[in-house]
């Protein structure tokens, strides 16, 4: 348009257009913007990974995308993490130390200290809020687990959830661990993904990895300048222990050979690849108490069937993972986006002794963190064998510790451990613009997941924020070890690392190394440490702690001075005050709870508060007339629950109790019903009595059923269908997710008193004991 006709249109306007553009900076407010050539960012964070589990790291499971990073970059092979998962992932995405960061247990626990708070501080940026700030595309799949559990549902506060901690996108579970065949519940964004029945073949890692790729692309179609980060935290090879029929088919019988050899085989081929020096010995088997191993070859036939098919599942998990970084590898090669990327793939801590010493198809029977004693291979178990379904969707497995033992070669001990075997794991860093002329080396120095973000930092010519939203940020507890990838020989800047987790606790300074095992239920008064000196002994055989008593009392006070630092005490062995105390904002979840036909599943821990320990009613409200069917309440999955059902005119009751079922006898509905009632009664002892009734009359009982407490039921209450995971395969076999045909109007939950031995109950006498003494 002319100036003239700008006149015409807009009287007085003239040539102030013009004016304006020539003479103003911008009409638009500043937006973040990356340099030019920034690189791309990709972590990828397996969960339960061992030392050894990878091919360039001794492994004879192959993992060809991984070991292609290392020869385009350099293993770090005396990298360091914590021994526990939502530590390691705090300590990577703020470069503060766990308990800095308020992070030093699990996020399920909130006890009300501040080095366990169970959330992300406020005031401390993210790796992504970094990131994001400095022009980057951020997004992230896979497992969170960095908030409170009485925040994950879409009622609790998401302020340390991914969205609000800088991701841009998020796809994956905000918990501990979930089922790879039928996923209990995942999030996009910020919402649950409502999900009635998974496709058949679905898995997991693959749903992960395809949302993975779709991000990437999806960022560099629209806009081939912008650097993006990714961060794909595994759920891989945390347990269950699940994976694809084909792919464990591929390792049948790798495994028969037990863990004493694989040990010795992989010590053989770390030492050929440099990863340990070439005159290296094993450590005997752990023999810690309650976490000690046996020889392979003391099993019997069929226990060594059995416990060598967990290992042929992990195997194949393995390979996932691997197949997930080929497929994001290709995805940025297809893009021309490869060679300026950085990838980091490393584990959140060492593989897991969780399965105890013979190994379970269900793993919430003998997981936790106590000691319990573990029962012989069962009946079930060579069951499960013979018809072939570990791994698959009806079994919840772990492998036994021998395993992990053995994953975690050269190291002693294992997760949750202060030992090396706790918090040693393998590190790739590959960045081919940059390495490609020292792809495949090895690099010695003391690297901690603390130092990742303000590595990063450095590499990509950032700042680390000192703010966030208005409140002064700590500085990183990690330090940068950018130096050490063009330079071999850089000395480490890392010199000192106190490690606590669960009771265990350790030190590292300037090359030696001092460390407790805890032994639970013991006072931590009686604790002994144990003293090594790295250079000559990397993987902790020999207790210098009487010879170097004077170094051994400095090593000490160097770990009560960090732990006070870092707000460590006080030290709980995760079955005291960790497991009892709950923030105020759990009494409300055990509320009575109504609940209409048609809604989500409700969220798993709203729905185990309402059964937790205690007595507690369901009654549903319905019409009920011959013929209809379905089910009624479901609670749980395949780990465990109950579910209440009509079938052929006749009402039913199944628990699943770890993989075993509970009947009840069948009780006949000849006419129209309007009111059906389970009534569970808590009497002590961990069992539970129930009955079953309609219109008032009581039509069958069940007793001695086992609690389910802790995480149990896994999956949440569904009224009306039982979605995803079923509680009962043969149910689901016959029917699918079985939704009620008759018209329901509502079922709700009323919680009852607590059992005499419930854990508020022993906690308010703990209290009670503990004002007398005042």
């Given at each position: 348009m002319t100036d003239q006709r700008q006149q015409e249109h807009y009287p007085g306007f003239g040539g102030k257009i013009g004016k304006i553009i020539a003479t103003s900076e911008s009409w638009w407010p500043p937006r973040p913007t990356a340099p030019a050539d920034a690189p791309n960012v990709v972590i990828v964070l397996a969960d339960d990974l061992g030392f050894s589990d990878l091919g360039c790291f001794g492994s004879e499971i192959p993992t060809p995308a991984i070991d292609e990073l290392a020869a385009t970059g350099v293993r770090y092979t005396n990298f360091h993490v914590t021994p526990l998962c939502s530590p390691t992932r705090a300590a990577l995405l703020t470069g503060l130390n766990s308990h800095h960061a308020g992070m030093g247990f699990v996020a399920n626990a909130n006890p009300g200290f501040p080095g366990y708070a169970g959330e992300l501080p406020h005031n401390q940026s993210t790796l992504a809020e970094m990131l994001r700030?400095?022009?980057?595309?951020?997004?992230?799949?896979?497992?969170?687990?960095?908030?409170?559990?009485?925040?994950?549902?879409?009622?609790?506060?998401?302020?340390?959830?991914?969205?609000?901690?800088?991701?841009?996108?998020?796809?994956?579970?905000?918990?501990?661990?979930?089922?790879?065949?039928?996923?209990?519940?995942?999030?996009?964004?910020?919402?649950?993904?409502?999900?009635?029945?998974?496709?058949?073949?679905?898995?997991?890692?693959?749903?992960?990895?395809?949302?993975?790729?779709?991000?990437?692309?999806?960022?560099?179609?629209?806009?081939p300048d912008k650097p993006l980060f990714l961060y794909y935290a595994h759920g891989a090879v945390h347990a269950p222990l699940h994976a694809k029929a084909d792919d464990i088919a591929r390792h049948r019988g790798n495994y028969d050979k037990g863990w004493d050899q694989l040990r010795e085989e992989r010590l053989a081929r770390q030492k050929e690849l440099g990863i340990v020096p070439p005159d290296a010995q094993l450590p005997s088997r752990n023999p810690e108490p309650n976490e000690d191993v046996r020889a392979w070859d003391s099993y019997s036939e069929d226990e060594r069937r059995v416990m060598a098919r967990y290992m042929e599942v992990y195997a194949a998990m393995v390979e996932s993972i691997d197949e997930s970084v080929a497929r994001i590898s290709a995805e940025l090669e297809a893009l021309g986006q490869l060679d300026n990327t950085i990838f980091v793939f490393t584990s959140d801590n060492g593989a897991s002794r969780e399965g105890r010493a013979q190994g379970s198809t269900s793993y919430f029977t003998h997981s936790g963190t106590g000691a319990r004693p573990s029962p012989p291979v069962s009946e079930f178990e060579l069951e499960a064998l013979e018809?072939?379904?570990?791994?698959?969707?009806?079994?919840?497995?772990?492998?036994?510790?021998?395993?992990?033992?053995?994953?975690?070669?050269?190291?002693?001990?294992?997760?949750?451990t202060a030992h090396r075997g706790g918090h040693s794991v393998?590190?790739?860093?590959?960045?081919?613009?940059?390495?490609?002329?020292?792809?495949?080396?090895?690099?010695?120095?003391?690297?901690?997941?603390?130092?990742?973000?303000?590595?990063l930092a450095d590499l990509l010519g950032l700042n680390v924020p000192t703010e966030r939203h208005g409140q002064a940020s700590d500085a990183p507890d990690g330090v940068s070890f950018a130096a050490s990838l063009d330079d071999p020989s850089a000395p480490s800047d890392h010199t000192e690392q106190y490690i606590e987790c669960i009771g265990h606790r350790g030190i590292y300074r300037d090359g030696w190394s001092a460390a407790i095992f805890h032994e639970h239920h013991t006072p931590f008064s009686s604790d002994r440490w144990e003293l090594f000196n790295l250079a000559d002994d990397f993987n902790e055989r020999n207790d210098l702690a009487d010879a170097e008593p004077e170094k051994l009392d400095e090593l000490v006070q160097a770990w009560e001075e960090a732990a006070w630092r870092n707000r460590v005490f006080p030290l709980d062995e995760a079955s005291g005050l960790f497991r009892t105390l709950k923030p105020p904002e759990h009494a409300k979840l055990t509320r009575e709870l109504r609940i209409l036909p048609g809604s989500p599943t409700v969220?798993?821990?709203?729905?185990?508060?309402?059964?937790?320990?205690?007595?507690?009613?369901?009654?549903?409200?319905?019409?009920?007339?011959?013929?209809?069917?379905?089910?009624?309440?479901?609670?749980?999955?395949?780990?465990?629950?109950?579910?209440?059902?009509?079938?052929?005119?006749?009402?039913?009751?199944?628990?699943?109790?770890?993989?075993?079922?509970?009947?009840?006898?069948?009780?006949?509905?000849?006419?129209?019903?309007?009111?059906?009632?389970?009534?569970?009664?808590?009497?002590?002892?961990?069992?539970?009595?129930?009955?079953?009734?309609?219109?008032?009359?009581?039509?069958?009982?069940?007793?001695?059923?086992?609690?389910?407490?802790?995480?149990?039921?896994?999956?949440?209450?569904?009224?009306?269908?039982?979605?995803?995971?079923?509680?009962?395969?043969?149910?689901?076999?016959?029917?699918?997710?079985?939704?009620?045909?008759?018209?329901?109007?509502?079922?709700t939950y009323t919680p009852g008193p607590p059992a005499p031995d419930a854990d508020e109950v022993l906690l308010e006498e703990f209290r009670e004991f503990g004002m007398a003494l005042e």
């Open positions: 700030d400095n022009g980057y595309a951020t997004m992230a799949v896979g497992k969170w687990h960095l908030c409170l559990e009485s925040d994950l549902s879409v009622a609790g506060d998401t302020h340390s959830w991914p969205l609000q901690r800088g991701f841009d996108q998020y796809y994956g579970f905000l918990e501990a661990l979930t089922d790879f065949h039928f996923p209990h519940q995942l999030y996009e964004g910020n919402n649950p993904v409502h999900v009635d029945e998974y496709p058949e073949g679905y898995y997991l890692t693959d749903d992960l990895t395809d949302r993975a790729c779709r991000m990437i692309r999806d960022v560099k179609t629209t806009d018809a072939d379904v570990i791994g698959g969707p009806t079994t919840w497995p772990h492998y036994p510790r021998g395993w992990a033992m053995a994953c975690n070669t050269p190291f002693r001990l294992y997760k949750i393998p590190m790739v860093l590959s960045w081919p613009a940059r390495t490609e002329a020292i792809g495949g080396e090895l690099r010695p120095q003391y690297t901690h997941i603390t130092d990742l973000m303000p590595t969220e798993r821990l709203r729905s185990s508060r309402l059964i937790a320990g205690g007595n507690f009613t369901v009654t549903v409200d319905l019409h009920h007339r011959p013929g209809d069917q379905g089910v009624l309440v479901a609670h749980g999955s395949q780990a465990s629950g109950y579910v209440l059902y009509i079938e052929n005119d006749a009402l039913c009751f199944v628990v699943n109790s770890s993989g075993r079922y509970l009947t009840a006898d069948p009780m006949g509905l000849s006419g129209e019903c309007r009111q059906i009632v389970l009534d569970v009664q808590a009497p002590g002892g961990r069992i539970w009595n129930a009955s079953v009734g309609a219109d008032g009359q009581v039509g069958s009982t069940l007793s001695g059923i086992p609690q389910m407490i802790g995480f149990l039921p896994w999956q949440g209450i569904d009224v009306g269908i039982n979605r995803r995971s079923p509680v009962s395969w043969d149910i689901y076999q016959r029917h699918g997710t079985f939704p009620y045909t008759g018209t329901l109007h509502q079922v």
